[in-house]
């Protein structure tokens, strides 16, 4: 049974790398601002949608991926500049709902400048599925998986290395004293929305040959994205990449080895518990309060 | 201080008030001169590519039926809503269109969820109602108001077991999504299999916005004896299953539901949907209906009209379903030579051998689907487009 | 977390120690109790058809479960994105021993709400020790697992498609017409006002305030804030879950889009848009979310573009919340 397992395994990576890579964007966002931007799934919405309607329009591919991915940063810099930056004394569930009213913007914004059905962009490098040790994974995943270890990486490298990153770290962990010490917090929030929007919209690009999009797949994307980053510990790249992954494998297991009817259902007992023990998920720091 | 702040607060929150129940759209009767139809659809929502060319269709055959003079020599007016698929929405849209906009007949219901929360309101209001939504309990048992235009879960299912039958197919293993459609089909299969002598060995689920398939499909792919597999479920779920389906490799054949009846579902899943099987209303083979086929004129001049306007593989069936309510609610008003409920009730439930893109109806007292099993095509997929079986 | 501010629900101003009875009028509590008494019983001669009888009730049931929803997250500042789990729990528990069972209605949604409440007592605890965004992950998920359940259970629910239900009855009298509902929503909401008004000025209320502004100061000085919480969710989830009974009953169909995610979303949407901390607030943001889509329809294909941006723009220059933010201005004028 070797060959089972190693297939749910994979079903499990596919569905978790896709989390991941939507986690990624949330830990992102909440680094620089500890907001939580329920417009996450929407920017993976709009970068599948725009690189599908702008190959149409007859634009080569990779120059309609890098355009997507331009536009939708574009919108990212839009919602800080002009919604968030807007209300820098409003609590969190103040803004999110106004994240929660640019995905409604955005969502009613794609149904009309795009259409209301399925797209899919051809897999990057074929379908031809991959056998190992009797199981099959496709390409499409591997670039899946690649990408989201590839922007761990960078991402790390730019919050511990360099400049700009550990201007955002210090943004987060105390705004008033990033300020006194010369940073421009602004400039800050304004990057680090910009930064996640394109990184939602790679995301969606990637994925758009596995799943296809259609101008509502950000709201389950974004949730599952959501859940992945706070099981993994909001703020850790790396968290919310082992949530999703976590995640994902937990519906795939349980998808197989218990019941299809309950394997949602089970991912979030699974967070749940995993709350219940360790209050900042996995891989979070211990929150203090501040008095 | 506070106490006059509240007084003005209050002042203020009671002109709010009575402003938002003064200003609700205003039901002032005109000189009736247009016929109204009113519709409630899932023009947004998680069944929006059904609602979608479901609005598109009625907006479109109102427009030319009104350029060629409407009906009873008055034009049509369509008043529609959108649901998002949500019933609860459904029964006060309905509301809306019966109290406030006083409209003549309802068609549409995207859902079978919104039509069966809307069907005692139109039992109350005597008012027609044509939905356009699958479920059997729309029409079972039969409501004196209420008709419906697609073929039910059940006739699918049906014409998918005796295609099985006739290739000696006797275990079979389901993948059902957990929508409303999925699931409703997958109940009304289980309850009609054992009349083919089918068993069902394997029984799965996934949800409508599932990413990966795999998991379920390898529990079927290593359940002895499968000899074939059915996937109902609409929207992207059974692209991705197809896809999955061969990436895994199962030998046994792969049928789909009509709720994947659109050329959309061949681009999706692409070279995957080689050899898919399902069942579906003749609309989709328009053109390649033999010439004797009496159902072929209807779905032809629908197919080119609404590609013509929409987009060359547009068409799909729901909107068609959509194109029959609305020819059979005016082909009622025109034999009743009225817009009186009642009567155009009774000339609709005297409607005899209507072709349409659903197939002939003949509705009757006790038939208010008016549909055979005869309606539903076999189609499968070669060469990345539908051929007929047979 | 900002610190509630003294609104027309707020304790500070009713504090005061005026005795006399015009005195006691004019207090916000009782002018607030008053105005909504009167713009409940006047509402119905705007109110032309069933329809706008129809949207009516249906401010009324929503404005039910958000000042409940307000209590939790305006005034013990515990977000909830899993309330339309309660909402959909009593929902179902009522419409299917009434429907399916036979049980009075009236039965039913006593026991609905007693079997919701002790379901809120049980996961408050475990699930109220979380904080911010992992509080909203955690209700969120125990929402979803609900309605998970409720679509999967299909024998029970009648699944996505839904299920018919019976009319609500009471010794014998059935609710038909639509002023029935009506009156019997308006009364309700005029009572559940009270009630959380009533909570917000006893010392459990103050309690509450203290862990809205700083539960490490409340706790110093020795308020149990765990309790007050688990109070809190419990009331508002009962609240939620008489709601949805009544509900099914009203509509006489129920699906389990009413416990949806989104359904949850716009509860607390509505506790926000009117006012984090403001029970008059709450009712004005059920209302204008519940007529807001009414009066949008005439926009069509823009109709959620144009929802979502008044949204945002009402919480980019109101981000109090509708009432509290009206309020500070008019107190500004007023200190002119």
Sequence with gaps: MLGEFMQYLFSGLTSGAIYALVGLGFALIYNASHVINFAQGEFVMLGGMSTVFLSAAGVPLPVAVLLAVAATAVVGLALEKLAVEQTKNASVVTLIIITIGASIVIRGAAQVIFDKQFHTLPAFTGDAPINVLGATITPQTLWVLGVTVAIVLVLQWFFNRTLWGKAILATSVNPLAAKLVGINTNLVLLISFGLSAALGAIAGVLITPITSTNFEVGIMLGLKGFSAAILGGLGSPFGAVAGGLILGIVEAFGAGYISSEYKDAMAFVIILLALFFMPSGLFGKRGTDRV | ?390 | MTKAEPTLGGGGVARRRDTGLGARLMRPRTGGLLVLAVVICLLPLFLQNNFQYDVAIKIGFNAIVVVGLNLLIGYAGQISLGHAGFLGLGAYFSAITVTKLGWPPVLSLVLAAAVVGLLAFVVARPVLRLKGHYLAMATLGLGIIISIVLNQEAQLTGGPDGMIVDPFSVFGFTFAKAWQWYWLVGGLLFVAVWLSLNIIDSPVGRALRAVHGSEVAAEVVGVDTTRYKVLVFVVSAVFASVVGSLEAHYIMFLSPNEASFFHSVELVIMVVLGGMASTFGAVVGAAILTALPQFLTFLEDYEHLIFGLILMLVMIFLPKGIVPSLAALLKRGGDR
């Design chain 2, 1 to 390: 201080m506070s106490v006059r702040l509240t007084r003005r607060m209050v002042l203020a929150a009671a002109a709010a008030f009575g402003l938002t129940a003064a200003a609700l759209p205003g039901g002032a009767a005109t000189a009736a001169e247009p016929i109204k139809i009113g519709t409630f659809l899932a023009v947004t929502g998680p069944a929006s590519f059904l609602g979608d060319p479901e609005l598109k269709t009625l907006q479109m055959y109102i427009d030319s039926m009104n350029a060629e003079g409407g009906v009873l020599g008055r034009p049509l007016e369509l008043v529609h809503y959108d649901t998002g698929g949500d019933p609860n929405k459904a029964v006060t849209f309905v509301k809306r269109l019966i109290d406030q906009d006083e409209v003549d007949v309802i068609i549409g219901g995207t859902s079978s969820g919104e039509s069966l929360a809307v069907m005692p309101l139109m039992e109350r209001a005597e008012m027609p109602f044509i939905s356009f939504a699958g479920s059997k309990k729309i029409v079972d048992p039969v409501q004196k108001w209420v008709f419906k235009t697609p073929h039910t879960d059940t006739m699918a299912c049906e014409k998918i077991f005796e295609d099985m039958k006739a290739q000696g197919t006797t275990k079979i293993a389901m993948i059902s999504g957990t929508d409303g459609f999925g699931a409703s089909m997958q109940a009304e299969c289980k309850g009609v299999a054992g009349k083919y002598g089918i068993e069902i060995l394997a029984d799965e689920t996934y949800g409508p916005k599932d990413t990966d398939m795999t998991a379920q499909l390898t529990k079927i792919k290593n359940t002895d004896g499968v000899q074939a597999v059915l996937n109902p479920g609409f929207g992207q779920g059974p692209a991705i299953v197809t896809k999955n389906y061969r990436q895994l490799q199962i030998a046994a054949p792969l049928y789909q539901s009509h709720g994947v009846a659109s050329k959309q579902f061949i681009e999706l899943a692409g070279d995957a949907a080689e050899g898919v099987r399902l069942p579906a209303a003749a609309l989709l083979v328009a053109e390649k209906l033999p010439d004797s086929d009496p159902q072929k004129p209807v779905v032809v001049a629908y197919k080119q009209a609404y590609e013509g306007k929409h987009g060359a593989g547009s068409v799909s069936t729901f909107g068609g379903h959509a194109y029959d309510g609305l020819m059979l609610i005016t082909d009622a008003m025109k034999r009743a030579g009225s817009t009186d409920k009642a009567a155009v009730r009774d000339a609709l439930e005297q409607t005899k051998g209507y072709m349409g893109t659903g197939g002939e109806v003949t509705f009757s007292a006790a038939d208010h689907l008016g549909l055979t099993l005869d309606a539903f095509r076999m189609l499968e997929i070669k060469n990345g487009d539908w051929a007929l079986i047979q």
